[in-house]
């Protein structure tokens, strides 16, 4: 199965601007793969932020971008807050099977 | 109030068998993909099966191709996970998940593979 790559982990200033990226094995990620974007906070489930590139949930908040750069999955954090400070994961569709990204520790410093 | 609640998890010897249910509610179940996920302790998530919404064509992770089965029952509103012969690194929370936004999860139930 594919191995989807993501940074380990990024710092960020409050108020400040971070892009995660997540990558194929396979080659160029397009919409076709449907990236997720889920934030997990330690103790607790992970939380649906983005789907299919781009498009949010209800609860996600509009600081929060998803989209496709250079050939991979891309989600932007603009004007970071200390509550953002937590664990990222990318999610690939893969003919059926999914697959997720290593996950991004993002760190508001 | 849409929910998802795991429940099966324990502590199971190394080839040991075990089987997760999901018990879904506030939305029509039978409508929907599902998918089960997993996280090791202190590891990220692994995605491990997937069931279409009538049952009829499910999908797994390499990991776990031939010693679990996905299956759901859609008048009960489960889902559920059959996992045959566990091993130590079968060791994790597991997740299910509804596909539509892949939202929204369960608490997890925790499954621990040791002798």
């Known amino acids: 199965q594919a191995v989807v790559t993501q940074e380990p982990s990024l710092t960020v200033s409050p108020g400040g601007t971070v892009t995660l990226t997540c990558g194929s094995s396979t080659g160029a990620v397009t919409s076709g793969h449907y990236p997720y974007w889920f934030q997990q906070k330690p103790g607790q489930a992970p939380r649906t932020l983005i789907y299919d590139t781009s498009n949010k949930h209800s609860w996600t908040p509009a600081r929060f971008s998803g989209s496709l750069l250079g050939g991979k999955a891309a989600l932007t954090l603009s004007g970071a807050q200390p509550e953002d400070e937590a664990e990222y994961y990318c999610?690939?569709?893969?003919?059926?099977?999914?697959?997720f990204g290593t996950g991004t520790k993002v760190t508001v410093l | 109030e849409v929910q998802l609640v795991e429940s099966g998890g324990g502590l199971v010897q190394p080839g040991g068998s075990l089987r997760l249910s999901c018990a879904a509610s506030?939305?029509?179940?039978?409508?929907?993909?599902m998918h089960w996920v997993r996280q090791a302790p202190g590891k990220g998530l692994v995605w491990v099966s997937r069931i279409n919404s009538d049952g009829s064509s499910t999908s797994y992770a390499d990991s776990v191709k031939g010693r679990f089965t996905i299956s759901r029952d859609n008048a009960k509103n489960t889902l559920y996970l059959q996992m045959n012969s566990l091993r130590a690194e079968d060791t994790a929370v597991y997740y299910c998940?509804?596909?539509?936004?892949?939202?929204?999860w369960g608490q997890g139930t925790l499954v621990a593979v040791s002798s």
């Open positions: 999610l690939l569709s893969y003919s059926g099977a999914r697959v």
């Open positions: 506030g939305f029509t179940f039978s409508s929907y993909w």
């Open positions: 998940a509804r596909d539509l936004g892949f939202d929204p």
